[in-house]
């Protein structure tokens, strides 16, 4: 018997992002043929490696799609009030739409702090409680880009949600309590779960749909799921050996109905929906005016 993974069981987020891309720039061509110039201002504090590279993949989405980026790289040691005076300086920007601050920031500087700083109307990641808030009453508007990547290939898959059991591992405001509000706006029946959930097994077994990101290397083994899961993998572990997600994918794809591979899967979407964002803030910002 071959050992060939079957194509139609994976869910390939790098042939749907560009579908995504192309439908901003569409809508930024339309923007601004009405005088409307969408731009992003990406905040990175420090030189962690993997937050410049993440950066630079915004920046060049952006010039992909027509989006107007700019990049403001500021020093480890900036203090947190300075890092406040430039976002409360950005918010009064007319020309700024868009206002992203990378994750992490140093220890020193709270990122709840800062992210309560950003204008909501110009938070493109969707993570001020304002937007946090709208979310949990079933009102979205700007959402964490990553599990609403998640919905929209739920949409493109043609999974459909409502009353299917949906076990989300992780509780991160980034990731797993919003995709957790995402799921149970459309009727699902939502668990989350965690690293620290006694028996983690007896609920993901029970999984319509399953979503991982904890950062625990094949954390996710087959006798963990049950036959024709559909699987989001967010887990990003890096070794000598390379990218793994938090599912062991050659061990649990011969029982999935679905599942994203890592990369590839989850992660293209994440940005893609980032410049839908970018858009969704400029047109906020010109109804201000
Ligand atoms: N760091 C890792 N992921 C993200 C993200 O989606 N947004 C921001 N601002 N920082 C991150």
Redesign the pocket.
């Known amino acids: 018997m071959s050992d060939a993974i079957d194509s139609s069981k994976i869910i390939d987020g790098k042939a749907v992002s560009p579908k995504v891309e192309a439908e901003v720039s569409k809508t930024v061509a339309a923007l601004k043929e009405k005088g409307i110039f969408p731009k992003l201002v990406t905040v990175l504090v420090g030189e962690d490696p993997a937050?410049q590279m993440?950066v630079r993949m915004k920046h060049k989405a952006c010039e992909r799609v027509g989006i107007l980026a700019e990049d403001c790289i500021l020093p480890a040691t900036m203090t947190e009030s300075e890092l406040l005076d430039k976002i409360r300086e950005l918010n009064a920007d007319q020309t700024v739409s868009s206002i992203?601050?990378?994750?992490?920031l140093p220890k020193h500087i709270s990122s709840q702090t800062v992210m309560n700083m950003i204008d909501p109307k110009k938070d493109a990641?969707g993570?001020h409680p304002f937007n946090m808030g709208n979310l949990l009453i079933n009102e979205e508007g700007l959402v964490?880009?990553?599990p609403k990547g998640i919905i929209r290939l739920l949409e493109e898959y043609k999974v459909d949600v409502q009353g299917k059991n949906a076990v989300v591992v992780g509780h991160s405001n980034?990731v797993g309590k919003p995709m957790a509000a995402m799921l149970l706006n459309r009727n699902a029946t939502v668990s989350v779960c965690h690293i620290f959930t006694k028996d983690l097994k007896s609920y993901t077994t029970a999984a319509d749909i399953l979503v991982v990101g904890v950062g625990v290397k094949h954390l996710i083994k087959e006798d963990m799921v049950k036959p024709g899961v559909v699987i989001f993998d967010v887990g990003i572990n890096q070794d000598s050996t390379g990218t793994h997600g938090d599912v062991d994918f050659a061990n649990v794809v011969k029982k999935a109905a679905l599942i994203t591979p890592v990369p590839g899967g989850v992660g293209p979407m994440?940005i893609a929906i980032l410049m839908t964002h970018v858009v969704k803030c400029a047109e906020l910002i010109a109804q201000r005016k």
């Open positions: 937050s993440y992203l601050v990378q994750l992490p990641d993570f964490p880009c990553t980034v994440t």
